[in-house]
């Protein structure tokens, strides 16, 4: 547009010869020169791309993100904008366009994301274009900048009424002392090599680096509650992205709950990958919200095995399908339409026997 403007004036110049359009289209040149130029030199001195590669959040909590953007050149920059895409794993990708500035060498623009249900949503930077000083003239750059959100339930859990052995105890709100994995860090029972599952906060690092290999420090356990969770994700990937939430948001309110009760609790689930079961203990929500993240990952396709053949005999056991179906030691306590499951939770009270 510079140069089509330019060439007017010095065709008008030229044909009624004023000198004073000359001047005119001498100096838009000049200025259209500049104008390419400019973005050219701004682009080779830029850098953008997210301040952090991963984060996490609750379903229906804003996230935070934050793209940082450095610039070293004499000039003042003029503005610019990126193109960030997201998306859960599997859909279609939300576009939108985000503008700054770099004029004192450093810029960060913030944005949100709104999760809805539970999984991955994956962020990417796939565009910059970079103006001159009268956003007249830009230049584009393509980008490729990743950054995953994991989103995990709320904070909720099952309620449980359990009476310890002794049968002098029948308070929901009754709390039990014991030691679960991580709670004492003073009484570890061994040092063992790492399994698939094991909890990465609990490795022996100081270990693990004089060895080349991965060891776990393993605590001492006291509890007469010990509680297997079974996660049939058999016909998973058929569910919708809303009851695939809710299924998430049962396995956490279960675990949850039982925790909630001083138990000793072990996640089981099947690793597509590796073709195997994986067990996990869990002693809070983050070791849950861990397990959950390992789920979000692996995918579900193919038929797993029973997982009730990997715990021990007369072991108690809860079992969730996709389905919605809640079982107990065998029997089927409860049903949930998983898309509503998170309210369902909240109104439901369980027996431990």
Request: proline share 4%; glycine share 6%.
């Amino acid at each position: 547009m510079i140069l089509l403007l330019a060439f007017l004036t010095y065709y008008f110049a030229a044909m009624y010869q004023y000198p004073t359009l000359m001047l005119m289209a001498a100096a838009e040149l000049i200025f259209g020169a500049v104008s390419f130029i400019l973005p050219w030199y701004f682009a080779k001195r830029f850098a953008v791309g997210f301040a952090k590669k991963n984060a996490t959040g609750i379903v229906g909590s804003p996230i935070s993100c934050l793209i940082s953007a450095s610039y070293g050149g004499r000039l003042p920059m003029a503005i610019f904008y990126v193109t960030v895409r997201s998306n859960y794993i599997g859909e279609k990708p939300d576009k939108r366009k985000l503008y700054g500035s770099c004029d004192n060498g450093h810029s960060d623009a913030e944005f949100t994301v709104d999760p809805f249900y539970c999984g991955i949503i994956e962020l990417r930077l796939t565009k910059v274009r970079i103006y001159d000083y009268l956003s007249l003239v830009g230049l584009s750059r393509k980008l490729d900048d990743k950054m995953t959100l994991a989103v995990f339930p709320k904070d909720i859990a099952m309620r449980f009424e359990y009476a310890p052995s002794d049968g002098g105890l029948d308070e929901l709100d009754r709390s039990y002392t014991i030691n679960r994995p991580g709670d004492d860090h003073d009484e570890i029972r061994q040092i063992r090599e790492y399994r698939p599952g094991d909890p990465s906060r609990y490795i022996h690092w100081n270990v693990s680096a004089k060895s080349d290999e991965l060891w776990i420090k393993e605590y001492e356990r006291e509890s007469e509650l010990v509680i297997h969770i079974l996660a049939d994700m058999n016909g998973f990937d058929s569910l919708s992205a809303m009851a695939a939430s809710g299924y998430y948001t049962m396995l956490y309110a279960l675990a949850k709950g039982l925790l909630d009760c001083s138990a000793e609790v072990y996640i089981h689930y099947y690793d597509e990958e590796n073709k195997t079961v994986i067990k996990c203990a869990v002693s809070d929500g983050d070791g849950i919200r861990e397990v959950l993240h390992r789920l979000y990952i692996i995918g579900h396709t193919a038929i797993a095995p029973d997982l009730r053949a990997n715990i021990p005999d007369g072991a108690k056991y809860f079992l969730i399908d996709t389905a919605g179906r809640l079982v107990l030691d065998g029997e089927i306590i409860d049903q949930y339409i998983l898309q509503t499951a998170e309210i369902l939770i909240e109104q439901a009270e369980y027996k431990l026997v």
